[in-house]
């Protein structure tokens, strides 16, 4: 019985309603040596596209989400000027058909393209790789670690 359950989760996950993406993302400002909200940023995926809110948080559907693939995200500033992308592979069914995939992300400018986005927190279910970044960065805040050149004390991957 426990198996049809999840079997009918997947499937319609996967081809009826779509899975979401959400987080937050920040805008590390070197003058004032600390991580604000971005507000008013785009976020955009394929012909999807949404602005920050005040707290510089977002949601963001991803169709057919029981069949996962390569999701590259484009953050653009205020005005329309790109910033850049990033890319994980997901959702993953079942695990992300019950729980949304969770990204606290953080713009660099100083970085060189490809560069300027990273992971702060990643809080999604069955996330994988991205694990190992979640444990980097509570080892930099624990001062394990040193942090990146652009950070200041602020987490780096």
């Known amino acids: 019985m426990g198996v049809l359950v999840l079997l009918m989760i997947y499937v319609l996950n996967g081809f009826v309603g779509p899975t979401f993406v959400r987080g937050t993302l920040y805008v590390f400002e070197k003058e004032r040596n600390q991580k604000v909200p971005a507000v008013n940023y785009q976020i955009r995926l394929r012909d999807e596209h949404l602005f920050t809110n005040s707290y510089g948080e977002w949601v ?9 693939s390569k999701v590259r995200l484009r953050f653009h500033r205020p005005g329309g000027d790109y910033i850049d992308r990033y890319s994980f592979t997901g959702p993953w069914p079942i695990w992300h058909a019950l729980s949304p995939m969770e990204f606290d992300l953080e713009i660099c400018d100083e970085e060189p393209e490809g560069k300027r986005i990273r992971v702060v927190d990643n809080r999604s279910l069955g996330s994988g790789g991205d694990e190992k970044a979640a444990r980097v960065i509570r080892e930099v805040e624990a001062g394990e670690k040193s942090p990146g050149r652009c950070d200041s004390g602020q987490k780096r991957l």
């Open 60 to 68: 963001l559907p991803i169709y057919r989400g029981g069949i996962p």
